[in-house]
Every structure is written in C-alpha cells, then in structure tokens.
C-alpha cells in the first residue's frame, strides 16, 4: 500500500467521518438557496441595463463569484454523502477546492470595495462627473481581481502525488509545501485589512448619514438617512457572520499544517475549519439580500417579478373558478333553471 510514502499515521490522526451526514444536509440547502438567489438577482441586474454604476458593477461580478462557488457545492455534497470517499480523481479534487477558495476571497475583496466606493460616493462633491470614470475603473479593478485570482489558483493546481487517493477536501499537512501555507497567510492578511477598511468606512458612512439627519430634521427625506445608514451595515454583517470566524480560525489552522501538533489539535482545528467553511459558503445566500438593499434595479426587477407571478396565479384561479361556473351552469343548473320558475310562480 501507500502506507510506506507517508510515515506520519495522518489517516487515523484525523477523524474526517464526523461531521459528514451534517456537512452534506447543510451544503445541500446553501446550494438550493445560493444557486437560485443569485440566479434571480443577476437576472434582474442584467435586465436593467440603462443604469450603470461602478457598485452595479460590483454587484455582478460578486453574483458570477458566488454562482461559480455554489457550483463547487454538489461535489461537496456528493463526497460527503458517500462517507467522503472521492472517485472524481485527484485534478478535479484540486480545482473543485481551488475555485471554491478562489470565489470566497474573489467575493470578500469586492464586498470590501463597495464598501469603500459608497464611502467615497458619500464624501465626493462632484460625484456625476466622475460617475463614468468610476464605472470603467470598476471594471478594470473587477478585471485585475479575476485574472490575479485565476494566477494564484493556477499555482495551488500543480501537479502533485495525493497523500490519500480516496479523500478530498480534507486536513492536509503543509511540511513539505510551507510555500502553500506562506500564500494562506498573506490571503489571511488580505481579509483583515478588507475587514478593517469595511469597518471604518461603513462607521464613517453611519457617522455622516446620522449627523445629517440631524442637522437636517425638517428635510422630507431626513428620516432616509437613518433607515440607508442601517442597510449600510449589512455588509459588516455579512463579514462578521460568515468570514470572520473562518478566519479567526485560520491562523490556528494553519499552524497545525505547518508545525509538529498533536492529533488531538490537529483534530479541533479541523472540526472548526470545516464548521466555519460552511458559514463562509452561507454568505451565497446573504448576498442576494444585499443585492436587494443596494440596487434600486434589482428591488424593481423582484417586485416586478413577483407582481408578474401573482398576476399570473390570479389569472389561473380566475380562469379555474370561470370553468367551475360554466361546469355549473352546464350541469346542475337544469335542475336551479327548473326549480326556480316553479317557486316564482
């Protein structure tokens, strides 16, 4: 066997069948939800094309990162349902897990930026003079994100002998590819300094929308400024419920990769890697809520959308209750028609 090339006993160090039953029930209801929100909210961004800003740009490019994680999921799921043996091969184990990486930090890097590009939008004078500039500035920062994203994953997609032909994304030790462990860590570095931009601009805009609010009372749009300044703060929710505790996780994480550990930390921080993932992959779902708190477009398009279906649903029953009263008046009513007269008369 195989035992011979790997000394360390890093199969049994690891209990990787814990959680399995959980993880597949749980990626399979972030897939359903992820794939078809995301699917309605680039519908309708695509729809309305006559409105274009750099944060509608933004917004697409954060839709076409989560639906290419989403598509990540049912090999997840798959894995995890058969007792998380793998029978794809290895190179599709590498650029399923790669991508599903790729998408999640293609995603915090632009949630970061609509968060500085709305702070400077607020604190800009002349914001329709350079609204086509920062239009085509934000697609050429969306461009450079996926081209450098695609360079970095490329990387991770070497060639390699796999340690465990039958097992993917599982603990992994990094003794031998510190190199991995280097880029894990300036991606670490790269959320925080995200995060912390993400927080002080969403402060600064709370800060800046309240005061004028206040200093403002008698505007008839002055009560607008609290109610903006609450929706401004679902993009640090997002972050503090999804990202964050995958990345606090992470530095512990990949210490044990990268040092001697024993099978019993090696073992929590897998547990708490896999449990974090799945908040990070729930943020496919929380992001079509913020698509419809940030784009006047895409809140039309949905209420459209469900004008469109209830009208629909109404003609069905209108059509249905039309019938039902034909079938009446076609069938019982001989008997009505006949017994009507006669109690007239």
């Not at 078809?36 to 094309?49: D, I, P, Q, S």
Request: proline residues 4%.
């Amino acid at each position: 066997m195989n035992f011979t090339a790997t000394p360390e006993p890093k199969e049994p160090c690891v209990d990787y069948d814990a959680l399995q039953r959980p993880l597949a029930v749980l990626y399979s209801v972030i897939f359903a939800l992820g794939l078809l929100g995301n699917l309605v909210t680039l519908w309708a961004l695509f729809r309305v094309g006559s409105k274009r800003n750099s944060v509608r740009v933004f917004l697409i490019n954060v839709g076409f990162a989560d639906l290419l994680l989403v598509v990540c999921l049912p090999f997840r799921v798959l894995y995890h349902s058969r007792g998380n043996v793998w029978t794809l091969g290895a190179t599709l184990c590498d650029v399923v897990g790669n991508f599903f990486y790729m998408n999640m930090y293609i995603s915090i890097t632009l949630l970061g930026l609509i968060s500085v590009d709305r702070y400077m939008k607020i604190h800009r004078g002349t914001r329709t003079q350079s609204r086509l500039l920062s239009t085509r500035c934000s697609a050429a920062i969306c461009a450079v994100i996926w081209i450098t994203a695609f360079g970095l994953t490329s990387v991770f997609l070497v060639p390699h002998t796999p340690s465990h032909e039958n097992r993917c994304f599982h603990y992994k030790e990094l003794q031998d590819e510190k190199w991995k462990a280097y880029i894990n860590i300036c991606l670490l570095v790269l959320f925080w300094i995200v995060f912390i931009s993400l927080v002080v601009s969403y402060m600064k805009i709370a800060l800046n929308l309240l005061r004028r609010s206040q200093d403002k009372p008698d505007l008839p749009n002055a009560h607008r400024y609290s109610r903006t300044a609450r929706k401004s703060f679902f993009i640090l929710f997002i972050f503090t419920i999804c990202f964050v505790p995958y990345h606090v996780i992470r530095g512990f994480y990949i210490k044990t990769q990268i040092t001697e550990m024993s099978c019993f930390w090696r073992g929590v921080a897998d547990k708490a890697n896999e449990l974090a993932l799945l908040f990070s992959a729930l943020n496919t779902c929380l992001d079509p809520v913020l698509f419809f708190l940030l784009s006047s477009c895409v809140r039309k398009e949905m209420r459209r959308l469900m004008a469109n279906m209830f009208r629909v649903r109404n003609t069905i029953v209108g059509f249905s209750a039309s019938s039902s009263t034909v079938e009446v008046e076609n069938g019982r009513p001989d008997r009505e028609q006949v017994s009507v007269p006669a109690n007239s008369e």
